[in-house]
């Protein structure tokens, strides 16, 4: 079995030898084998690179900042290529407990999971230090995602993860601003099973999010990454919801108007709402059909995530 230890970083000269050492520590002790270490370096103007090196982990550093999201299909992708079984992912701010690495590592060699997410709000208390606006930006989103894969989870936006071999073969992502939400509905339209595990966490007063140190801007680029997750797997759900959405809030229109015409034969002085009536309906049909279409470029889709997830299937078998 190998084992990859994925921690993304920039700027985290402090923590990156801790996180190192400790993780790979927490692996050895729990199935007695060392794992290979990863560190992206995403645009560092310290010297975290250098101190990881240091502490035996293999480096790939980028002058300057291309994002979480394409660096984490950067470490999948070096992940299948050098035959993985397993990928951990860990931040290298040291707010993740590493002592929680064998909790996620456990479901995936028993079996009993491919995709396992640490949880940060079992308890339902608030989180030390995480702001307020964060802690509810994060519920809401977990509700979001919940209610589009169809099943309940409390925390989506964890970076703490391990991945099973299938999970990283059938992970196909279009990458950029981050990633965690993505994941989980790729994986979950694939029908992988995904577990949460509650975790400790610590955030630090003076440290501010990268990802999230802007909620607007955070709430815009997840949502066009959540949206367009959607449209490429399931078109037809979020089409055909706008679609009965505006079919339902036209029906008292549409019936008070029909109506009228038939007791007294005409729609004088609601014409204007006669005309609006109308193209909404045109609208709901029209959006209907735009998704019964992608709908079917979905299936291709899918037929060309089958095809990857053979072809990195097969390669792998022939390496061995």
């Known amino acids: ?95 993740f407990d590493t002592h929680d690495i064998p909790k996620l590592l456990d479901p995936i060699l028993k079996k009993e999971a491919d995709f396992v997410t640490g949880n940060r709000f079992n308890s339902g208390h608030d989180i030390k230090n995480m702001p307020k606006l ?8 977990s509700k979001l995602i919940s209610s589009i894969i169809l099943d309940k989870y409390q925390d989506v936006s964890c970076g703490f993860r391990v991945y099973s071999k299938e999970a990283l073969l059938n992970l ?62 399931k078109p037809l759900k979020i089409f055909g919801r706008i679609s009965s959405f505006l079919l339902i809030i036209n029906l008292p229109i549409s019936l008070i108007l029909t109506i009228r015409y038939i007791l007294i034969g005409v729609l004088s002085p609601y014409k204007a709402f006669g005309i609006i009536s109308f193209l909404l309906i045109l609208l709901a049909i029209f959006l209907l059909i735009v998704g019964i279409i992608l709908e079917n470029i979905s299936k291709l889709q899918i037929n060309i995530d089958k095809i990857l997830y053979h072809e990195r299937k097969n390669n792998n078998f022939t390496e061995k």
């Open 1 to 95: 079995m190998k084992i990859l230890v994925f921690i993304p970083a920039k700027n985290e000269s402090v923590s990156i030898k801790e996180v190192i050492n400790n993780s790979r520590s927490e692996v050895e002790k729990f199935i007695n084998f060392s794992p290979e270490v990863l560190v992206i370096d995403d645009g560092s103007t310290d010297n975290t690179s250098e101190i990881a090196k240091e502490n035996k982990a293999t480096v790939i550093r980028h002058k300057i900042n291309i994002g979480l999201g394409e660096i984490f299909m950067e470490a999948t992708e070096y992940a299948v290529k050098k035959n993985f079984d397993i990928l951990i992912t860990i931040d290298g701010d040291g707010q």
């Open 134 to 141: 964060k802690q509810w930006g994060n519920k809401k989103m």
């Open 172 to 233: 196909n992502l279009n990458g950029g601003f981050t990633y965690t939400h993505e994941v989980f509905l790729n994986l979950a339209f694939k029908k992988i099973k995904i577990k949460e595990i509650p975790i400790n966490v610590t955030y630090f007063a003076k440290r501010k999010s990268r990802i999230a140190n802007n909620i607007f801007k955070y709430t815009f680029n997840t949502s066009k990454i959540i949206i367009n997750s959607v449209i490429k797997y």
